[in-house]
């Protein structure tokens, strides 16, 4: 009797994951198809949607909770607000450095979880993206003017994980 209370709870459980998954993935469609059309009030509801999704999903799926998981999505949705608003390069900064700090803490979160042995092969593996980075500032260099600094510090960390 107990087993069926289980299964009946594991398949409840199983449904309202799918469910969320399926929404996470209608609304990602829907904000890629209000981009494409640049349809501003659409992409403003359904950006503000995503990851307030996946933290209810990330929350009701894992069996081990990390915080500092969560405190990273927040970052990346406040990111993803900020950059909704590109007109105003204040935004553009505060939207950058948002999503700084969910790198930050993406980071964190997987020298957290993987023993490294060696630095070596990680500095071997961030190489392409440095000399990618490099190639994509000497390009735009002109036109990043003030958020040069922010750009520099995205791309080293954008490199670290590569690398990871």
Not at 20 to 49: G, P
Not at 131 to 150: A, K, P, S
Request: aromatic share 18%.
């Amino acid at each position: 009797m107990m087993t069926n209370k289980g299964i009946n709870n594991q398949s409840k459980i199983s449904s309202e994951t799918n469910i969320l998954i399926i929404l996470f993935f209608l609304v990602s469609l829907s904000e890629t198809i209000a981009e494409y059309f640049e349809y501003r009030n659409f992409i403003i509801l359904f950006k503000s949607l995503l990851m307030p999704i996946l933290m209810i999903l990330y929350w009701s799926t894992s069996s081990v909770k990390n915080v500092y998981y969560l405190i990273g999505l927040f970052f990346a949705f406040i990111a993803n607000m900020l950059f909704i608003f590109n007109e105003e390069f204040d935004f553009i900064i505060l939207g950058a450095t948002s999503f700084l700090v969910f790198r930050i803490v993406t980071l964190y979160l997987i020298m957290k979880t993987i023993k490294i042995k060696s630095y070596f092969p990680v500095i071997i593996g961030s190489l392409p993206f440095v000399f990618i980075y490099f190639y994509l500032t000497c390009l735009t260099i002109d036109e990043l003017g003030d958020g040069l600094l922010i750009y520099i510090v995205q791309a080293v960390f954008m490199s670290c994980l590569g690398g990871l």
